[in-house]
């Protein structure tokens, strides 16, 4: 996963039912209701869980050490979703020790390798790089319409990237993968990779899981085009984002941490 920057994600708290009133509006449904069919279940099985259990969002100070707002972000989207989750007040070992002794029923941790949501009581674990993948590729489709049998091109071919290739197959799209490592794709079929950029403006659908960074341009766009970016910074910069932003789905945890929390309630 990308280290995250707590200028990114600081408003998260603040923002997040605006987030859901614009993302409903471009996919039709809110945060709660993605996460319920990236997972293949009723909504309500979502919200009795929120009913029901406790989450304990723990810091981790491993790495690189804490992200300023990272824990306080996650359990505002949890809270969103209706969960009572809550920040522990003690870090790594001692706060698991800590929301364990809250009878919390879910833990969600991070360190600079991986985010994950723990159901302890089923033993089930959720990752963050697979239901990012899962959660974009979910509101692709209910923005744009069915993936399958439709060409749908994967920009960066790392692990969250990979995810999305088997998602796609999964619904019947045909993922087209462009990484500007080829040595990422070498093992692909080759009818399965972008070698020319400049090709890109023949895909209306885009999944954009790169992190570098405002490096596409408005030329290389489909003029009809429909992109879920989970790749932070986002590859349009701020002028196109505004321009498209109707057609751009992207944020910097909520989709993410919500599929997490999903899988959990299954």
């Known amino acids: 996963m990308t280290r995250l920057k707590e200028d990114w994600i600081r408003d998260i ?7 859901d009133r614009e993302l409903a509006g471009k996919t039709g449904m809110t945060l709660l209701e993605i996460a319920a069919e990236a997972n293949g279940i009723h ?5 009795e869980a929120a009913e029901s259990y406790i989450v304990g969002v723990v810091p981790v100070k491993a790495g690189e050490g804490i992200i300023g707002t990272f824990s306080q972000s996650v359990a505002a989207i949890l809270q969103h979703m209706g969960f009572h989750a809550v920040v522990t007040e003690a870090s790594d070992v001692n706060g698991i020790y800590e ?6 029923r879910y833990l969600f941790l991070a360190d600079d390798e991986r985010f994950i949501g723990i159901d302890w009581s089923k033993g089930r674990v959720s990752d963050n790089n697979a239901a990012t993948a899962r959660g974009y590729i979910t509101a692709l489709e209910q923005a744009a319409g069915s993936l399958s049998g439709r060409p749908v091109l994967i920009l960066g071919y790392g692990i969250v990237g990979e995810e999305m290739v088997h998602f796609l ?5 045909l993922p087209v993968v462009y990484d500007t490592d080829p040595r990422k794709t070498a093992g692909l079929d080759p009818a399965m990779v972008l070698a020319d950029i400049g090709q890109m403006k023949d895909y209306p659908l885009l999944l954009d899981a790169t992190n570098k960074g405002g490096w596409i341009r408005e030329e290389m766009l489909h003029p009809e085009f429909w992109m879920a970016a989970p790749g932070i910074p986002l590859s349009l910069d701020d002028t196109l984002y505004n321009k498209y932003r109707h057609r751009v789905i992207h944020d910097w945890l909520q989709l993410g941490t919500a599929i997490m929390m999903g899988e959990l309630c299954k």
Not at 13 to 19: H, K, L, P, T
Not at 43 to 47: H, L, N, S, V, Y
Not at 99 to 104: C, E, G, P, S
Not at 169 to 173: F, P, T
Request: neutral net charge; proline residues 4%.
């Open 13 to 19: 708290e603040r923002d997040i039912c605006e987030y």
């Open 169 to 173: 197959k999964e619904k019947g799209a």
């Open 43 to 47: 909504p309500e099985r979502i919200r």
């Open 99 to 104: 929301a364990f002794r809250a009878d919390a």
